[in-house]
């Protein structure tokens, strides 16, 4: 689930600066939420200045965006290599693991990120923190909710299916699925935790994103400041 906060103005910093970093003929992959809205916007302007590139959507939502800005798409399915993707993150940890999935929308955006030569995080200072603590979104097929609600337990984690906000019952994702967010308190081996998740019947895909980032951009009132997995 979102937590609210974060200055908008911080996500723009981040989304832009990232949004900078893509060349002529790259496929980028287009990440979903506020922070990564704001990278689809400045590459929109991008590309009627002239920049040359084909877009990738993580959701219906980024795929809206970038129609209204005019970045051209191509559908997922298509392509076999993404050179950069930009993406926002629910929280990012010292060593860049990160839980994603607020926007539920974490399960195309895992094969996109982790399918890009470079994946860019794109965040504002409320996402930071030494060690996770967010409740991690499971996107599970509908009728595994119960079995995969149990495995959870089993796991230590306390889930609770996502409920929609303007519709009654739950959060229905893009593929069709529902969200379990599991709390698992402070998680110090997000390693081990990804894999407990991703061996579950049932679950589609997980939001822990584990040794995929390959840089974290976040933005502040005076700049932004970069961290990369490899320093
Ligand atoms: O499912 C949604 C995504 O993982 C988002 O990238 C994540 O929730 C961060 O979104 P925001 O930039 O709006 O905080």
Known sequence: MKTPGGSDAAKRRAGEHAADLVTDGDTVGLGTGSTAAHAIRALGQAVEDGLDIRGVATSYASRDLAREVGVPL????AVERIDVAIDGADQV???LALIKGGGAAHAREKV?????????VVADPSKEASLLDRSVP?????????TVRRAIRELDGTPTLRAAERKDGPVVTDN???????????ISDPAALATDLATLPGVVEHGLFV??????????ADGVTVRRADE
Do not use: K, Q, T
């Open 74 to 77: 191509v559908d997922l399915g």
């Open 93 to 95: 940890s010292d060593d």
């Open 112 to 120: 996109v990120d982790a399918a890009a030569e470079r994946f860019v």
């Open 138 to 146: 499971v996107e599970v097929l509908p009728d595994a909710r119960g």
């Open 176 to 186: 069709g699925n529902l969200v379990l967010d599991c709390e698992f308190g402070a």
């Open 211 to 220: 040794d995929l980032a390959d840089e974290v951009h976040v933005g502040h």
